[in-house]
């Protein structure tokens, strides 16, 4: 039988609970209920189709959720704009990555900018050419000519610029060199080390479980397993029925 764990962190920052959501007549979301503790990182793992990357969409209100709460230190953000949630503390890097095309990479960061809410770490646009050498290389580059590795940098980094307490970061290793894969890694344990929670889609479970703290395995459009990573591997049917390909 799946294992359901609560989480046991003393300060909860963000809070999903019994989330719902449609496509049409299609129930995508069916109860969706996890916590993010202040500089965690919680993978969404399971296959294709499990509800993962709905869940952020809800959360950020791209997906208006049709009943369930999130909840940012207590304030209720379920059904707002996704412009009010950005702005009360939480990023969203879409798999899509959707850069500003007919713009620089400099005019993209500094589209992403904006004044951190309280308690959020202030990030600088030095910090993130120290993370992706190749964007300080590139930064009077218009982001439509760029690769998809480097398109996928940029996103991460504007979003950082907004100050999030929370970012949401779905898919960001998919198609991309070994190289920029290990750095967007180490990106997302930085952003953990300085008090940033992260709420991380990614199918190359090696990864999921090397940066996370804690794994929240979907399947059939809700929560069927959490618990640390430790915790996963070591179950094989577990990763055998909602994981195996």
Known sequence: M?????SNSSAQLLQVKDLHAHY?????????SFDVGRGEVISLLGRNGSGRSTTMKSIMGLVP?????????????AGARPNTICRSGIAYVPEEREVFANLTVDENLRMGEQPAVPGAYRWTVEQMFDYFPRLKERRNTKAGSMSGGEQQMLTICRSLLGNPLVILIDEPTEGLAPKIVAQVGECIKDMRDKGVSVVLVEQKLAIALKVSTRVCVMGHGNIVFEGTPEELTS????LTEWLAV
């Open 24 to 32: 049409g007549k299609s129930h995508i979301l069916q109860g969706v």
């Open 2 to 6: 799946s294992q359901m764990k609560q």
């Open 65 to 77: 959720p049709s009943a369930g709460q999130v909840q940012l230190q207590g304030k209720e953000l």
């Open 235 to 238: 179950d094989k049917k577990l």
